[in-house]
Nanobody, 116 residues
Framework: QVQLVESGGGLVQAGGSLRLSCAVSGSTESINVMGWYRQAPGKERERVGMINNGGRSDLGDSVKGRFTISRDNAKNIVFLQMNSLKPEDTAVYYC??????????WGQGTQVSVSA
């Protein structure tokens, strides 16, 4: 069982930056993938991206070139660096941890709001 706690959300103007963090605790030894999803009001959940234990990351098309995922394996923290933010990036962002495609846990979510 794992527990995930996100931080770093907030309100920013378009073009600005935010960095989200997700700290994982519990049975972390089996985790091989960590990542982020987001959900805007009235919209379906959208995959933002993921990173595996080896540091290979993959980002969704809507955020490629603007967002970066990184992780500190020693501290079990995953980061989402968001640059050139747009109003359409406004959503609640959730981090997750998984092992071989099975999600072990989700964070509580952190609100990101981007004003025009």
């Amino acid at each position: 069982q794992v527990q995930l706690v996100e931080s770093g959300g907030g309100l920013v103007q378009a073009g600005g930056s935010l960095r989200l963090s997700c700290a994982v605790s519990g049975s972390t030894e089996s985790i091989n993938v960590m990542g982020w999803y987001r959900q805007a009001p009235g919209k379906e959940r959208e995959r933002v991206g993921m990173i595996n234990n080896g540091g290979r990351s993959d980002l969704g098309d809507s955020v490629k070139g603007r967002f970066t995922i990184s992780r500190d394996n020693a501290k079990n923290i995953v980061f989402l660096q968001m640059n050139s933010l747009k109003p359409e990036d406004t959503a609640v962002y959730y981090c997750y941890a998984a092992v071989f495609g099975k999600v072990l846990g989700w964070g509580q979510g952190t609100q990101v709001s981007v004003s025009a």
